[in-house]
């Protein structure tokens, strides 16, 4: 069974705006990672999290972890169109390349 | 550097066959893995594998073979193809230890 899930499965803002995607996880792990999707294309690593971390930023991307609540959060901040894309939160538990992905989030930002 | 490389792009099987998707990559990674994404569902991990001679199973191993002779390829094997293997397959690899996957473009297949 998938490790995460992502919520909301899709959401629609408007340019400018920020968009909030979260994810939630079954198990211990040692990181969480965020990817992108644009549509027919490849996943791009976004930023990755580590279990002993709390909050991590990188450009417009704000990524917040609780491991007691198992769950975590990416914030986009001040979206633009080149924005839509799906988002897919990832889990890595022990070594080996192994990701457990979400289901992922939808976005859409119009102009 | 290419990175990640899958071919084909897109396939299309009939019902019995058998192919096999390539994957390299130009980076010396250790790590190679293979996932399917379908509608809803994110990407599920296939089978993994940890350098060359060594592979396991990941999430949804059963009508898939994998083998890994060199660190560059991983390629996957559909040993007689299903319409339940319809799917867009994702090749990854990385560094080692823990940290972020480089992905290819993904091979689309269709089997009918």
């Known amino acids: 069974s998938q490790q995460g899930e992502e919520d909301p499965q899709a959401l629609s803002i408007q340019e400018g705006e920020n968009a909030t995607m979260n994810c939630s996880y079954k198990?211990?792990?040692?990181?969480l990672q965020w990817y992108r999707q644009n549509s027919g294309r490849g996943l791009v690593h976004l930023i990755l999290?580590?279990?002993?971390?709390r909050e991590k930023h990188s450009g417009r991307l704000r990524v917040t972890l609780d491991t007691s609540k198992k769950s975590s959060s990416l914030l986009i901040t001040a979206s633009r169109a080149a924005d839509t894309a799906s988002y897919f939160c990832?889990?890595?538990?022990?070594?080996?390349?192994?990701?457990?992905f979400g289901q992922g989030t939808e976005l859409s930002v119009k102009p | 550097n290419a990175g990640v490389t899958q071919t084909p792009k897109f396939q299309v099987l009939k019902t019995g066959q058998s192919m096999t998707l390539q994957c390299a990559q130009d980076?010396?990674?250790?790590?190679m893995s293979w996932y399917r994404q379908d509608p809803g569902m994110g990407l599920r991990l296939i089978h993994y594998?940890?350098?060359?001679?060594?592979?396991d199973q990941g999430e949804v191993p059963n009508g898939y073979n994998v083998s890994r002779s060199t660190t560059e390829d991983f390629p996957l094997r559909l040993l007689s193809a299903a319409p339940s293997q319809t799917s867009v397959y994702f090749c990854?690899?990385?560094?080692?230890?823990?940290?972020?996957?480089?992905f290819g473009q993904g091979t689309r297949l269709t089997v009918v």
């Open positions: 594998s940890v350098g060359a001679g060594i592979t």
């Open positions: 999290i580590r279990s002993n971390e």
């Open positions: 990832a889990t890595e538990r022990n070594q080996g390349g192994k990701l457990i």
């Open positions: 980076m010396n990674h250790e790590y």
């Open positions: 198990t211990s792990i040692n990181n």
């Open positions: 990854a690899s990385s560094y080692g230890g823990y940290g972020e996957a480089f």
